[in-house]
C-alpha cells in the first residue's frame, strides 16, 4: 500500500505525526509513505525507516509573491511531482483550508481527513473523500494517530506512540554522548522565553556535576544570547550554526536537555531523551512533551514562566539524570 501524508508544518506537528507511521508500519505490512512537508522541515520525515519520497512545498514563502515568476514555476513543478504518483490512500492531517486545497486537492487517491468537527479549520473537509470524527481534547500525537487507524482500518494501539526516528542517529553520535547536558534556550514568543538570570543560574547549580553544558542557536539573536550564557563559565559550550540533522544528533546523545516550549523540544521528546520543558502560558497536556521521561514544569498558580525558579529545574534535572 502506498500512502501519501500531508503535513506540512510546524516542526512540533511534523515531528507529531511519526508515531502514526509506525503504528501504521506494524499494522499493515509492506505499508510505505510518501509525504508533504515544508522546505524547512524535509530532513525530518526521512528519518523514519516507512518513508520513501519527502515532497518539499514552499507554501510559507510562495504566499509572499505568489503570483511571482518563480513561486509559480516552483508551484507547477511540486503539481507535476505530486500528480505523477497515484496513492492508495491520502491522508491530510494538517486539517487546513490551505493544506486541503492547495496540496490534498491535488493528490490523486482517495483523500481523507478530520470532519468539520475535529479539523483546526472545518471548511478544509471539504475536499476530502472521507471524513473521521477525531475528539480534539487529547494529546495531538493522539489524534493524528487516530486519524490513521480510521483511515487505514486498523486497531489503534494502546501502547505509547513510537517515534521510530531514535535508531536512525544512534551511529552518528559523538565519542562524548552522554557526558553532556543541553539547555534549548530560543523560542519565538516572547512569554515563552525563561529570563537569562535564571538560566545562568541553573548553570552555575549545575557545575558540580562535572557534566558540559551545550548550547544550540538558530538565529544571530539566538547565538549572541547564547554568548551572554555561557559568558564566564568554561565548561559551557556555545556550538556552531548546525543544520536539523545536526542538532538532532547533539540532543540524542545528551544526558538530559532543559527546553523552553519550542520545536526543538519536541525533537527530544521524538528523540526519548529525558527532557524538562518550561511552560509559561501553553498548556502542555495538548501539545507538550510526548514521550519517555518527559517532564513538563510550569506553576499551577502563574502562567509567567520567570516564576519557575533554577533550583525547581535543578532539582527535577538531578532527578532524570
Not at 31 to 43: N, S, T, Y
Not at 293 to 305: K, V, Y
Request: glycine share 6%; with cysteine; net charge positive.
Amino acid at each position: 500500500m502506498q500512502v501519501l501524508i500531508v503535513k506540512t508544518s510546524s516542526m512540533g506537528d511534523v515531528l507529531h505525526t511519526l508515531p502514526a507511521l509506525t503504528d501504521a508500519m506494524q499494522a499493515i505490512p509492506g505499508i510505505r509513505f510518501d509525504w508533504v512537508v515544508e522546505e524547512g522541515f524535509a530532513q525530518i520525515p526521512g528519518w523514519h525507516p516507512a518513508v520513501d519520497r519527502v515532497l518539499p512545498v514552499a507554501l510559507r514563502r510562495w504566499r509572499k509573491q505568489w503570483f511571482g515568476r518563480q513561486a509559480r514555476e516552483e508551484r507547477a513543478q511540486f503539481e507535476r511531482t505530486l500528480r505523477a504518483q497515484q496513492y492508495d490512500v491520502v491522508i491530510d492531517a494538517q486539517g487546513l483550508v490551505k493544506s486541503a486545497a492547495l496540496v490534498t486537492r491535488l493528490a490523486r487517491g482517495i483523500k481523507h481527513g478530520y470532519d468539520a468537527r475535529s479539523a483546526r479549520e472545518p471548511l478544509a473537509c471539504w475536499w476530502y473523500d472521507r471524513r473521521h470524527a477525531v475528539s480534539p481534547r487529547q494529546h495531538a500525537v493522539q489524534r493524528i494517530r487516530e486519524l490513521f487507524a480510521k483511515s487505514l482500518a486498523y486497531a489503534l494501539p494502546e501502547s505509547q506512540g513510537d517515534y521510530a526516528i531514535a535508531r536512525h542517529f544512534a551511529q552518528s553520535q559523538c565519542g562524548d554522548a552522554g557526558q553532556y547536558l543541553v539547555f534549548l534556550h530560543a523560542t519565538t514568543r516572547d512569554n515563552k522565553h525563561w529570563p537569562e538570570n535564571r538560566w545562568r543560574e541553573l548553570i552555575r547549580l549545575m557545575q558540580p556535576y562535572g557534566l558540559r553544558i551545550k548550547l544550540p542557536w538558530g538565529a544571530p539573536h539566538e547565538y549572541q544570547r547564547a554568548l551572554r550564557l555561557a559568558d564566564g563559565f568554561d565548561f559551557v559550550e556555545v556550538l556552531p550554526k548546525l543544520t536539523l540533522e545536526q542538532v538532532a544528533t547533539e540532543l540524542a546523545g545528551a544526558r538530559a536537555v532543559v527546553s523552553v516550549d519550542t520545536g526543538l523540544s519536541h525533537l527530544t521528546a521524538a528523540l526519548d531523551r529525558p527532557n524538562i520543558t518550561l511552560y509559561g502560558p501553553t498548556d502542555p497536556g495538548l501539545i507538550g512533551g510526548y514521550g519517555k521521561n518527559q517532564i513538563a514544569l510550569n506553576l499551577s498558580h502563574s502562567s509567567d514562566i520567570a516564576d519557575i525558579s533554577a533550583t525547581m529545574v535543578a532539582e527535577r534535572l538531578k532527578d532524570v539524570m
